[in-house]
């Protein structure tokens, strides 16, 4: 048990480029999942190197455990041979994953590797849209047919689980291989063995459709409790299964991608330490241009008030900290309503609810930050600075959290994402108006 | 089937104060999951005639899909002995769940619902670190003997797996009930009936500490894609599983905490839609008024260059422009690396790497940013204006970034969390320095 415990801090923590201790032995008592990262970190012919001291048959297991940049390298470097043996036997889900990040080219050479069979399937899954629950799941699954007695489902059961996969849930079809109930084999086991399937049928399944986003198979999954969620087409032909632990990726995945839109940094395909600097550049450059745009309208304002500004020049001192502030309220109304959205604990049609709670919120966090401002006006530009940093500073605080709590239901109002309603826009819309309240303010009291 | 799906938009969407429809044959028809749902969004009285609708076998199934607080709600609003019912037949992990939020009058008249053997298990639990394993665990578990045989083992699995919880996974353990050994039931079905269990052991299972933090369990179960982790003490000694649908709620609160830190919230330990406004509030305000302090260096950096601000009034119409460039570009690396530190995809020794990769994409950025700035700056102020934007905008690009690179890396060293590098905190830092470094560019050049 320790040197289990001890291999997995060894794997997570190794960073080397060549594995020395590799050896038969070695491997024989690693997970194969330990094997995949390590796979994943070392030099390709490093990878190579191990990959070879492991009997062929392991390669299928530990190949969905490999990052899936490494999976094509080790594919190309291998005997046409060993690629074919592996692009073969691997899960359809696995194959789709590692087949749908590939060039044209590349697609095009692995193809060739495949039986037309395996082709057409890959292919057909590979038509379903971009992160929809065609592409996740997997095509190999046992279902037996409600008019079956439970004695020949149960036969057909254990002849069809190939490869150790455990089957907990029957899926239960009909002639026309539409999807009737989903039962747990204890209830199968309890039944008569001469009784019909259908007898114990509840109809209570939980199912999706292919070309749902996997996103609603995370919701379901998780709202439902359930271990395998069954994927139909229009008709409610089965087609695959999801199982949690593809959910328990795809949940990281959509909220880094969420994380990443946060911070104005478009969806990266790879990690972040696989990702090159020129895809780094590309996925940042164009938020970063997009919302200088945005700042123009700030200068602009700047500009437009220049008279007030040689006027009172002590304002300028507290530009910053009154435009800041709009923007963090902002920043921070928008973070909690775009997880809220994200996480369905808020529904696009309780912005109303919301924006009561906010106003509530962000007229006590005015209040705050106005006497905490108002003090350091007085100190630094008298009694009716004071009153104007403070009146200027409770004035973009509110306006900022409406901002940022609104923005996100806007975008999902017009379907797009909330999510798209990042930190920096925020900030960026609340610099240009916070600007123009402050100096407006400024104006008519000081001038 | 259909009808389930509609059941559940129709959940999902469930918004009314009180249920109307709500009659003992549609509640008889309806998953568990969803009319936990229906009970946390009606008002409390509303739950509770719906509640009795229910056969009070049903109250404990239903009871953890309840919110927490409507949790307390209700069993506050219960007859005595009702309350005691739910208490005793919850399974010990929900239980844990719903004690933990109780204020300690509320724990203390809980705990006095229970038995001796019940509280002496909960305060157990209740024991453990916040967001333990410890907390999460299951006690509820099946474990066989090593020296036992097959036949006595299966026997005493099908005796004790109690309340439908599907057993895949057979925990063995030794005469001091140490853990031994996970073995798949397809294993032990396989195996000869007269065989000792300790004859089909392969020594290999996965285990967690109770006291390890909840991640670790995520990261374990997503790693070696199990479905029951097994949990155990210092020596060993089995204490409990956690599951994968567990975990999959565990990740889901983890990525909201690390989305609140990046928008400078608090820790919420209630949804959005139940947090109070004070609670709201209080979870804000101490963020916002200490981003305010570094907020008056900004200010106090342009008092000092206030000279210069006076001499060329045309550079505070670009003072918006830089600093928020400065501060955006810093936003986006900071959220590349808080969730790349977050989910192990970067380690903190990777801080090398990961400078080297960020400096030559921040370059990259800041030469564009550069070119884009130049012509408005050529436009609105000549030649050496323009000259000094596009060189304050390269430097404060890639300032931004490096600080919103590093500070993740320097707040992992020292074991604070990464994500306390929130966006507006590494944008208000950004301010600083840019408003600095441009005001320095601009009097060298131009005064």
Same mark, same amino acid.
């Given at each position: 048990?320790?040197? /289990?415990?001890?291999?997995?801090?060894?794997?997570?923590?190794?960073?080397?480029?060549?594995?020395?201790?590799?050896?038969?032995?070695?491997?024989?008592?690693?997970?194969?999942?330990?094997? *995949?990262?390590?796979?994943?970190? +070392?030099?390709?012919?490093?990878?190579?190197?191990?990959?070879?001291?492991?009997?062929?048959?392991?390669?299928?297991?530990?190949?969905?455990?490999?990052?899936?940049?490494?999976?094509?390298?080790?594919?190309?470097?291998?005997?046409?041979?060993?690629?074919?043996?592996?692009?073969?036997?691997?899960?359809?889900?696995?194959?789709?994953?590692?087949?749908?990040?590939?060039?044209?080219?590349?697609?095009?050479?692995?193809?060739?590797?495949?039986?037309?069979?395996?082709?057409?399937?890959?292919?057909?899954?590979?038509?379903?849209?971009?992160?929809?629950?065609?592409?996740?799941? /997997?095509?190999?699954?046992?279902? +037996?047919?409600?008019?079956? &007695?439970?004695?020949?489902?149960?036969?057909?059961?254990?002849?069809?689980?190939?490869?150790?996969?455990?089957?907990?849930?029957?899926?239960?079809?009909?002639?026309?291989?539409?999807?009737?109930?989903?039962?747990?084999?204890?209830?199968?086991?309890?039944?008569?063995?001469?009784?019909?399937?259908?007898?114990?049928?509840?109809?209570?399944?939980?199912?999706? *459709?292919?070309?749902?986003?996997?996103?609603?198979?995370?919701?379901?999954?998780?709202?439902?409790?359930?271990?395998?969620?069954?994927? +139909?087409?229009?008709?409610?032909?089965?087609?695959?299964? +999801?199982?949690?632990?593809?959910?328990?990726?795809?949940?990281?995945?959509?909220?880094?991608?969420?994380?990443?839109?946060?911070?104005?940094?478009?969806?990266?395909?790879?990690?972040?330490?696989?990702?090159?600097?020129?895809?780094?550049?590309?996925?940042?450059?164009?938020?970063?241009?997009?919302?200088?745009?945005?700042?123009?309208?700030?200068?602009?304002?700047?500009?437009?008030?220049?008279?007030?500004?040689?006027?009172?020049?002590?304002?300028?001192?507290?530009?910053?900290?009154?435009?800041?502030?709009?923007? /963090?309220?902002?920043?921070?109304?928008?973070?909690?309503?775009?997880?809220?959205?994200?996480?369905?604990?808020?529904?696009?049609?309780?912005?109303?609810?919301?924006?009561?709670?906010?106003?509530?919120?962000?007229?006590?966090? *005015?209040?705050?930050?106005?006497?905490?401002?108002?003090?350091? *006006?007085?100190?630094?530009?008298?009694?009716?600075?004071?009153?104007?940093?403070?009146?200027?500073?409770?004035?973009?605080?509110?306006?900022?959290?409406?901002?940022?709590?609104?923005?996100?239901?806007?975008?999902?109002? =017009?379907?797009?994402?909330?999510?798209?309603?990042?930190?920096?826009?925020?900030?960026?819309?609340?610099?240009?108006?916070?600007?123009?309240?402050? =100096? &407006?303010?400024?104006?008519?009291?000081?001038?």
């Amino acid at each position: 048990m320790e040197s /289990n415990i001890n291999m997995a801090e060894f794997v997570q923590e190794f960073q080397d480029d060549v594995w020395e201790d590799a050896s038969v032995e070695i491997l024989e008592n690693m997970h194969i999942q330990d094997i *995949g990262t390590i796979l994943s970190r +070392v030099l390709p012919d490093e990878a190579m190197r191990i990959l070879q001291m492991l009997p062929r048959k392991r390669w299928v297991e530990v190949f969905p455990y490999i990052a899936l940049a490494r999976q094509t390298e080790l594919l190309e470097l291998l005997r046409v041979k060993d690629g074919r043996y592996i692009l073969t036997h691997l899960y359809p889900d696995d194959r789709t994953a590692l087949l749908e990040q590939l060039t044209p080219e590349q697609l095009e050479s692995f193809l060739r590797l495949m039986s037309t069979e395996d082709v057409k399937l890959a292919l057909k899954q590979l038509g379903y849209p971009d992160e929809s629950v065609g592409r996740l799941m /997997n095509t190999h699954f046992v279902a +037996v047919k409600a008019h079956w &007695t439970l004695k020949h489902a149960l036969e057909y059961i254990r002849a069809h689980s190939l490869r150790g996969e455990t089957v907990n849930t029957i899926f239960v079809i009909d002639r026309e291989r539409r999807l009737k109930d989903a039962i747990e084999l204890r209830d199968f086991l309890l039944g008569d063995l001469s009784d019909r399937v259908e007898s114990i049928m509840e109809d209570s399944a939980i199912s999706i *459709g292919a070309s749902e986003d996997r996103e609603e198979a995370v919701r379901l999954i998780k709202h439902y409790d359930i271990e395998v969620l069954p994927v +139909v087409d229009h008709h409610q032909v089965l087609l695959g299964i +999801v199982t949690v632990d593809d959910v328990l990726d795809v949940a990281e995945q959509e909220a880094t991608e969420d994380f990443h839109k946060m911070g104005s940094v478009g969806v990266l395909d790879l990690s972040l330490s696989d990702a090159s600097p020129a895809l780094l550049y590309r996925k940042r450059v164009g938020w970063l241009v997009l919302l200088t745009f945005v700042n123009i309208f700030s200068g602009a304002g700047i500009a437009y008030f220049e008279a007030t500004i040689e006027a009172v020049i002590v304002l300028v001192f507290f530009l910053p900290l009154i435009v800041a502030s709009s923007g /963090n309220a902002g920043a921070q109304s928008a973070t909690l309503m775009v997880r809220a959205l994200a996480t369905g604990d808020v529904q696009s049609r309780d912005w109303l609810r919301m924006w009561g709670k906010e106003l509530l919120v962000s007229v006590g966090l *005015g209040v705050t930050m106005a006497l905490a401002i108002s003090w350091i *006006g007085v100190w630094r530009g008298g009694a009716d600075v004071g009153l104007v940093v403070a009146l200027a500073m409770f004035c973009v605080v509110i306006m900022g959290s409406m901002v940022g709590m609104l923005l996100p239901f806007i975008l999902s109002r =017009f379907k797009l994402d909330p999510a798209t309603a990042s930190a920096p826009l925020i900030t960026s819309i609340a610099d240009v108006v916070g600007i123009i309240i402050y =100096f &407006t303010i400024a104006t008519t009291f000081l001038l």
